[in-house]
């Protein structure tokens, strides 16, 4: 059953209000955006590092398989919890409560999450080994026994890591985005720093030494490392886990936090309530969809799962730079709205149309550059070494089928917020399961004859299932949402982000053709000025289209520039 919303036109002073409004979501956003690429740039460096210095060694498998069995427990436990459950309620409290009712809520919270995770720091460390042994049973005795170790040394981050959970909702629901945004340039630089500082230098092997044939025969030295050189890493991790949190703290350092034990206040209740559709979404997702989407993969061929991680982490981002930056940056203010006017209120539905219009805007035009740029991007990346020119082609197919439901992955993530700020996570929750077992069927029926390629559409399909659900069920609770200009922002950016692709695709041809011998160089002058080209003809035909969102952007980047230079 629908809700009626207000019908009387907007006064000047609320005009003014929800300009206001928008202004700091579009201001969030940009915040938001520049932590992630800040994070996203670190991670590779650090995935970069620990190749340079470990190479693709058993050691890396063993810190691999002991940080992944943290960030599961992590993910599952609270960190996949913080937008659907802990920011909006936290919201809720801070918008209708105050700032101290909020500081009390978040002392329960700090005071449960050190008791709690305490004692499964503990459990983990006891049964570390039966831990591994599931996790990659399959690993040789040596690398299992390094992981038991890792494993234990990385347990305690866990504590810091849900502590960061909760201070950066906190922030969230405050609005405080800054010290949140970079939370992840702090955590990869730690692990970069430690890693380069810490790791000791090469020493000859000592197999070199007992080896029969190196009395007689002459062989290079032998330069490894020892197998708890890898530790330095695992500090790391450690070290970026409290400083991110830390980072928190000093965001809140006008906060008044002390331990209490009133495990019966009411939003712990709200948090608990919201909390259990969001963990049956993260455990049908980790415990069904990415093993099902591996066993498929893996009767493609040789190669076939690489091929999706690789894709998958291209399309990670224009993702999260566009849809998680504005999604997470909206969230706070459509919680609050939603606390103070439970019946839907023009504010709501104004708020949403922006951070939607804002998507839009933004995630049509990467897309189709991304698709254009598929090849030389790849190329610039990866084909080196043993990447060949065929894996780049399987790749760059891969990533553009991905590409078809990037769209309405990006806009569906702004629809969900929009459930969770209303305190629904059911209701996303169950539209999961359904676009999953859509996933599912989908890929299987269409395993035969598209083979890996079965696997991408078949996500693009669930992407557009579970947008399309979301849209009608929001039109419906929403009393429609036809007044967003939605579809004049559609049309616009679609003609624009077009424009855009054909000029790009033009640029390629002469490059390919004007621009040196297949060298490193090259491929970088190509990927650089097609990528000029996408942001100047996107920007004209932005510019000579009206698309306002384009405008509001601009105007930010504009008046933080002349600030900065006055």
């Known amino acids: 059953m629908s809700i009626p919303a207000t019908s009387d036109l907007p006064t000047t002073a609320e005009q003014a209000q929800q300009e206001e409004t928008n202004a700091s979501v579009v201001g969030a956003s940009s915040i938001l955006a520049l932590g992630n690429i800040g994070s996203r740039v670190l991670g590779l460096a650090r995935e970069m590092v620990l190749t340079f210095l470990f190479g693709a060694s058993a050691v890396v498998d ?115 985005f800054f010290m949140p945004a970079f939370a992840g340039v702090i955590f990869n630089g730690s692990i970069v720093l430690c890693a380069l500082l810490l790791t000791p230098p090469y020493a ?35 070290c970026g886990a409290v400083l991110q949190m830390l980072a928190q703290v000093w965001g809140l350092r006008e906060a008044r936090l002390r331990f209490t034990f009133n495990w019966r206040h009411p939003a712990l209740r709200h948090i608990a309530l919201l909390y259990a559709p969001v963990m049956l979404s993260l455990v049908l997702d980790t415990l069904i969809a990415r093993p099902y989407s591996y066993n498929l993969a893996s009767q493609t061929g040789e190669g076939s799962i690489a091929y ?45 149309g922006l951070g939607l219009r804002l998507t839009i805007t933004l995630i049509l035009p990467a897309t189709a550059a991304l698709t254009v740029l598929a090849v030389p991007i790849i190329q610039l990346l990866f084909e ?63 395993l035969p004859s598209l083979g890996l390629y079965s696997l991408m559409i078949a996500d693009s399909v669930k992407h557009i299932t579970h947008a399309s659900i979301s849209a009608l069920i929001l039109q419906r609770r929403l009393a429609g949402l036809q007044q967003l200009g939605l579809r004049r922002t559609l049309l616009k950016t679609t003609v624009a982000a077009l424009l855009m692709a054909l000029a790009a695709r033009g640029a390629l041809l002469w490059l390919y053709q004007h621009v040196g011998a297949g ?31 384009f405008y509001r952007i601009v105007n930010l980047f504009l008046r933080r520039k002349l600030q900065n230079n006055s």
């Open 204 to 238: 000859l092997s000592a197999e070199w030494f007992s080896s029969p044939a190196s009395a007689n025969v002459f062989q290079p030295f032998v330069l490894v490392r020892p197998n708890d050189a890898i530790v330095a890493v695992a500090i790391g991790w450690i």
């Open 62 to 176: 063993a810190f691999q398989v002991a940080t992944v069995v943290i960030r599961a427990i992590y993910d599952l436990l609270i960190g996949g919890h913080v937008n659907g459950a802990l920011v909006p309620v936290l919201s809720d409290v801070f918008t209708v409560q105050g700032k101290q009712a909020l500081w009390r809520v978040v002392s329960i919270l700090m005071s449960l999450v050190v008791t709690l995770l305490t004692g499964l720091v503990l459990l983990v460390s006891l049964f570390a080994p039966q831990i591994v042994h599931i996790t990659a049973g399959g690993a040789s005795e040596q690398t299992l026994t390094l992981a038991v170790d890792l494993l234990r040394l990385t347990a305690p981050a866990l504590i810091f890591m849900a502590l960061f959970a909760v201070f950066s909702a906190a922030l969230y629901a405050s609005k405080q």
């Open 384 to 446: 080196n070494g043993a990447f060949t020119a065929q894996d780049t082609a399987i790749t760059a197919q891969v990533l553009r089928l991905y590409l078809i439901g990037l769209p309405f992955a990006a806009v569906d993530l702004l629809l969900v917020y929009a459930f969770y700020a209303r305190k629904d996570t059911l209701t996303p929750t169950l539209i999961g399961v359904f676009s999953l077992l859509v996933y599912m069927l989908t890929a299987y029926l269409l």
């Open 308 to 352: 999706m991680n690789w894709a998958t982490t291209l399309i990670q981002f224009p993702q999260g730079l566009v849809a998680t930056a504005i999604s997470v940056a909206i969230l706070p203010t459509l919680a609050g709205q939603a606390a103070v006017l439970p019946v839907v209120s023009r504010a709501f539905k104004d708020t949403l």
């Open 519 to 549: 060298t490193l160089l090259r491929e970088l002058v190509i990927v650089v000025a097609a990528g000029a080209v996408c942001v100047v003809v996107f920007s004209v035909s932005a510019y000579l289209l009206r698309i306002e969102e």
